[in-house]
């Protein structure tokens, strides 16, 4: 030990029971450890044993050594967690010797000293961990340990960082720990802020626009000006038939430009309007709310799905004014050659969905269609202009793109109306309900300096658990979404509206024709079904929270649940998701094609265009590849020169893909029952 001793630079003591642990160090790192033990003497106290430590056993020494490698070190220093006994005891021991020049107590890590580490920290670099301070590392270390305990191993790499860099931030390991708890703590909890902006655009009077006296007339009663996206949208030609996109977000009124042009339309007979929705339930909103505020001017049908829809007796009308529907539903009855009438103004909601793997090349297909369809009738009709087009979407990451390869005028309007801070916290799924309980009864109890009382959106990702959520709030609340009666919703938006409710809890799949004024959303969720939300559904559900005339700022809390999928088909975790979505930037709409997804597009535009589907392929936003495409519905026996096959025809009226498709026929041949068919297709889709 000689030769060490000469070395030393640091020796560290720490009090451990009724002795000390000595480490020795030289350039920062340990030479050794060992352990030293004091006794009481008439010259005060002094070393009485000293043992080098060597794994788990122990090497007895001359307490003298102990003298020696003290008068050699650079420095001692004396942990700030001993005790004032135990100090007073080792700067005696050391007085007596004349080191107390060295000696000097310090705040360490006691972790770190525990483990026979000597590591110094300072109020700026050290983390509280109940009474006491720890090192950085070692607190890394322990919320590890605490996310391990309390199911959260498997965090993120996102997640795990945002945690680690707010414990740096406020200094305290407990409260992190609270916030994987599901403890509120707004300091931990807030993201970010999305500031409040506002365009400055001049609003139109209501009463200058010259439309249909019925529409005019029932404009004026609602209104005096329109809104600025609105405003916007006339100024640039709407009422003049020129095809818009119209790029605004939630909450600030674009619906009402596409209702406007074809309500117009239709009362000056300019052909049929056409309101189209992404799915089912939106349709069903849609045609309600048509039937509401334009049912005495208008007639009003619905077409969903591949089947007719009856309302009150009365079956899907092609012929009615207005026809609200899914794309699917319009798609299937231009598939299968039905009449549409005369076409005037196309609504194409949510647009945006051009860009999703399952339904984008379908949407793309449908527009592609119509616009071939109402060209067709426009030739055949000298008296019938065509057909103009209105684009909606909240959230588009390629605007100026799109607008052009859709042939539309751009309409867009960024503006937030007031400020929305957003909040994450850790939960499980049992927890979720009482931290949004927390959350719906603080908001609730906080009016606005416009004297309304907060208000939530809880959205979540299926009907079974709306009931479950607005069950176990402790303040008035109602489920909300498609499965409900007509009556039923209204009740809610009634309720809602005239501050009766405090919350509503509705799915994902609604999040669109959710129009509550809400100043709070909550996500219990990030999923749609069995799908993970995109960042523009995110932010469109989001985008609910704060409105100008009713609160002075939205409120949107993300609630995650670590290592949690809601189906195994779900590449990423929750926690995942949530940082990818609140970072993330909005994505392009662009459709991309598999050869499923070519063949599939390429046999609807022959089974309505014939000979032109080449031409209908060329228009769409996606690059199909037509040869490539046409050879493989020749070698499928789905097409016959530019005719659908039998076995064509009825593979595109029922939307197959040809892996479906064929599933289907070879269960056909061998007999089996319809139930074992579903079956096959159902696990050939789960395996893809």
């Not at 001049?202 to 004026?220: A, I, K, Y």
């Not at 309101?275 to 909103?285: D, H, K, M, S, T």
């Not at 065509?386 to 751009?410: F, K, R």
């Not at 290592?563 to 970072?583: G, I, P, Q, R, W």
Request: aromatic content about 6%.
């Amino acid at each position: 030990m000689s030769k060490q001793v000469q070395q030393v630079e640091t020796i560290f003591c720490h009090e451990t029971g009724d002795d000390y642990l000595v480490v020795v160090e030289r350039d920062g790192k340990r030479l050794f450890r060992a352990k030293l033990g004091l006794s009481e003497t008439s010259a005060g106290p002094r070393p009485a044993k000293f043992r080098l430590k060597q794994g788990s056993s122990e090497e007895p020494r001359q307490p003298d050594e102990f003298v020696e490698l003290a008068r050699r070190a650079k420095r001692i220093r004396i942990s700030e967690q001993t005790s004032a006994a135990g100090r007073q005891d080792l700067r005696e021991m050391l007085a007596g010797y004349q080191l107390e020049d060295k000696t000097k107590t310090v705040r360490t890590c006691r972790y770190c000293a525990g483990a026979g580490r000597y590591s110094p920290i300072t109020t700026d670099t050290a983390v509280k961990d109940d009474d006491d301070w720890i090192c950085r590392d070692c607190a890394r270390q322990e919320l590890e340990r605490q996310l391990s305990f309390s199911g959260g191993g498997a965090v993120s790499g996102a997640a795990k960082e945002r945690l680690e860099d707010l414990m740096m931030e406020v200094q305290d390991l407990e409260r992190i720990v609270n916030l994987l708890k599901g403890r509120l703590d707004p300091d931990l909890t807030k993201f970010d802020t999305i500031s409040a902006t506002t365009d400055e655009v001049d609003p139109v009077r209501t009463d200058s626009l010259n439309l249909h006296p019925g529409l005019q007339n029932l404009l004026e009663d609602r209104f005096d000006t329109l809104l600025p996206v609105q405003s916007l949208s006339v100024e640039h030609g709407l009422f003049e038939g020129d095809d818009q996109l119209v790029v605004s977000a939630t909450a600030t009124g674009k619906t009402l430009v596409g209702e406007l042009a074809g309500i117009n339309r239709v009362l000056n007979d300019k052909g049929t309007m056409l309101f189209l929705v992404p799915l089912v339930a939106l349709a069903n909103q849609k045609y309600e709310d048509f039937q509401d505020e334009y049912g005495h001017l208008v007639d009003v049908s619905i077409r969903v799905g591949a089947s007719r829809i009856a309302d009150e007796g009365e079956r899907f009308d092609p012929e009615a004014d207005v026809i609200v529907g899914t794309y699917e539903g319009i798609d299937h009855a231009l598939r299968t050659g039905k009449e549409m009438g005369d076409i005037g103004t196309v609504v194409i909601d949510e647009v945006h969905t051009l860009k999703e793997d399952d339904r984008g090349h379908r949407l793309d297909g449908l527009i592609s269609r119509l616009k071939y369809t109402c060209e067709q009738r426009a030739k055949r009709r000298d008296d019938y202009g065509g057909a103009q087009w209105v684009y909606l979407s909240a959230t588009v990451g390629n605007p100026e793109h799109l607008a052009e390869v859709l042939e539309s005028t751009l309409i867009e309007f960024e503006e937030r109306p007031v400020p929305i801070e957003r909040h994450v916290t850790f939960a499980d799924g049992q927890e979720k309900v009482r931290v949004e309980n927390k959350l719906v009864k603080r908001e609730f109890d906080t009016e606005s300096s416009k004297g309304y009382r907060g208000q939530t959106i809880i959205f979540t990702n299926s009907r079974r658990r709306c009931h479950e959520i607005s069950r176990k709030l402790d303040y008035s609340a109602a489920p909300y979404h498609a499965g409900l009666d007509y009556k039923r919703r209204k009740e809610v938006e009634r309720k809602f509206g005239e501050q009766e409710l405090s919350a509503v809890v509705t799915t994902a799949a609604l999040a669109a024709g959710v129009d509550f004024p809400a100043s709070q959303v909550v996500f219990d969720s990030l999923a749609m079904g069995i799908e993970w939300l995109s960042v523009q559904e995110f932010h469109q559900m989001l985008g609910r929270a704060g409105r100008p005339d009713y609160h002075d700022e939205g409120k949107v809390y993300v609630l995650v649940e670590p290592d949690t999928a809601y189906h195994n088909s779900m590449e990423m975790t929750e926690d995942e998701v949530a940082f990818k979505l609140l970072k993330g930037e909005m994505e392009s709409v662009m459709t991309h094609y598999d050869e499923a997804a070519a063949v599939e597009e390429t046999l609807a535009n022959v089974a309505v265009g014939g000979k032109a589907a080449k031409a209908l392929n060329d228009r769409m936003l996606g690059e199909v590849p037509t040869k490539h495409a046409i050879g493989k519905l020749l070698e499928y026996d789905f097409i016959d020169g530019f005719e659908p096959t039998p076995l064509g025809q009825v593979v595109t009226e029922h939307f197959l893909a040809p892996g479906q498709a064929f599933t289907l026929l070879d269960g056909i041949r061998k007999d089996a029952h319809p139930y074992e068919l579903v079956a096959d297709i159902e696990l050939r889709d789960a395996e893809l």
